[in-house]
């Protein structure tokens, strides 16, 4: 099965009662830096701070009752965690997240504060995974995957329906791109929208596998990638990989200090808060590592969650 603009459709129906119908924002500073009319989807603003709700809600009231009384359980250090364990909270199952022990006290805390039932294990891929059988054998919970899951995928592509129900007469989007569940959704809500409006995926330069990926024409894993945009590290999967390869333009990379510079120009002149992740998809217009002056530009700003113990101009 692979992921249709109607399956996208049915997610905005289907979570309606249960996200934030997230603000539109533009700013003529930014404008004028990047020479574009830039408009900010600010998914910063939705539920646990992140898109990742969407998926999250999707996947979890798609379920059966019969799949769903017995729970849900995933593997995640971060916001699809927190996602998922709120999502379980308002259907009224368990969720069970497996979190490496290394993962920040401030994530481990929302998770528990969302009703998640929380496994530590060691910060490992093979310990994540191993952990999460062990529970799905014994509580029967449905595994849902951070983004290789198309109702993930199809939640995901809600906060684009709404962008170009708004702003019809966009030329381009830009998302960032770590597993891909945001861009295959984005892509796919936005082609069903407005066939040739191009479709741009935004990588860190540290953690560029997506990037590798399409130009070698198959997944190349990403290996111990270090960037500051944590939310981006994971590798394409096998459902994101192909609807990417066919959707998207091209994948651009931004630099770490670009990176950096434009999330502190967002904190300063938009005043909204946004994560390193999210400020990767405004570096490449920053940088300009990809020309589109002069055209009007929808950016998903992916999400908010910032350890405010660690900003990086401290």
């Known amino acids: 099965m692979t992921v249709s603009f109607n399956d996208v459709q049915e997610a905005a129906e289907r979570i309606k009662p249960y996200v934030h119908r997230t603000p539109i924002l533009t700013n003529e500073s930014l404008n004028q830096k990047v020479n574009a009319k830039v408009f900010l989807k600010c998914e910063n603003l939705q539920k646990v701070g992140a898109f990742k709700f969407r998926g999250a809600c999707n996947a979890v009231f798609s379920l059966t009752n019969g799949d769903a009384k017995h729970g849900v ?5 971060g916001n699809h965690a927190q996602a998922i364990a709120l999502a379980a909270r308002m259907r009224g199952i368990p969720a069970y ?15 528990a504060g ?26 029967g919970a449905t595994v849902l995957h951070p983004y290789n899951n198309e109702k993930v995928i199809a939640g995901q592509g ?15 989007i830009i998302a960032p791109v770590g597993g891909g569940g945001l861009l295959s959704g984005t892509s796919i809500a936005a082609l069903g929208i407005k066939k040739g409006i191009r479709i741009i995926g935004a990588e860190p330069e540290n953690a560029d596998d997506a990037f590798r990926s399409l130009q070698a024409g198959e997944i190349i894993p990403s290996v111990n990638p270090k960037s500051i945009a944590d939310g981006l ?4 999967g096998s459902l994101t990989f192909p609807i990417i390869q066919k959707n998207a333009e091209q994948i651009v990379t931004a630099s770490e200090q670009g990176v950096v510079d434009v999330m502190k120009f967002i904190w300063e002149r938009a005043k909204i808060v946004i994560e390193p992740s999210a400020a990767v ?20 700003i992916s999400g908010g969650n910032v350890d405010l113990e660690k900003l990086p101009w401290n």
């Open 73 to 77: 359980c995933t593997h995640s250090s």
């Open 97 to 111: 997240i497996v979190m490496p022990s290394n993962a920040p006290q401030v994530k481990k805390n929302a998770v």
């Open 114 to 139: 969302y009703g998640g039932q929380i496994t530590l294990c060691e910060p490992t891929l093979e310990a994540r995974e191993n952990s999460l059988d062990r529970i799905r054998l014994d509580t």
């Open 158 to 172: 809600t906060a684009t329906l709404e962008l170009l129900e708004e702003v019809p007469d966009l030329d381009a």
């Open 233 to 236: 590290l994971s590798s394409l």
């Open 281 to 300: 998809a405004l570096a490449v217009l920053w940088e300009q590592k990809i020309d589109l002056r002069g055209l009007r530009v929808g950016v998903i």
